[in-house]
């Protein structure tokens, strides 16, 4: 069964067309070969307008990967919007992403990127760079079918 996925790009550049969004386009490629990315928006830092993508997709996906906006700039308010909207957080989520990037550099402690679930859907906010958000999501990828079973109701033990 293939999950259903949301990309949301969060860039002021990028939603004005002047910028290329090579991060949702790594994104997609990453989990194409267990997910469907049955949406993919661009949005600009604005809080309300990240919410609304945010809360558009909930019905509709397993999950949602945002990208950009997870920084210390005034502008970046992708988690401050997914935690006005998230019922639950999966913090291991966004601690093993930073805890693989301080590895490579030690801005990564800077990230205020965080996870969480709405009702039966998993939001994880991922960071803007390309690279950065391979490097994430590498890391975290092998356990979202499992997350994302789990959310459905599935009733199989964890320790296997």
């Known amino acids: 069964m293939k999950y259903k996925v949301a990309i949301i790009t969060v860039s002021d550049k990028g939603s004005k067309g002047q910028r290329e969004d090579l991060s949702g386009k790594v994104i997609e490629d990453m989990v194409s070969s267990w997910a469907e990315v049955i949406s993919y928006k661009i949005v600009p830092d604005e809080k309300d307008l990240i919410k609304k ?16 906006g997870t920084g210390l700039h ?19 989520i966004a601690e093993a992403m930073r805890l693989a990037g301080l590895a490579k550099t030690k801005t ?16 994880i906010n991922l960071p803007g760079s390309p690279k950065a958000v391979r490097e994430c999501l590498e890391v975290i990828i092998d356990a979202l079918p499992h997350a994302i079973d789990k959310l459905k109701g599935d009733p199989s033990e964890c320790s296997r």
């Open 74 to 92: 005034p502008r970046d308010v992708t988690p401050d919007a997914t935690l006005e909207i998230i019922e639950k957080e999966v913090p291991g």
């Open 53 to 68: 993508a945010i809360i558009d997709e909930l019905d509709k996906v397993d999950l949602i990967l945002t990208n950009g």
């Open 108 to 123: 990564a402690m800077l990230s205020r990127a965080v996870a969480g679930i709405k009702g039966k859907t998993l939001v």
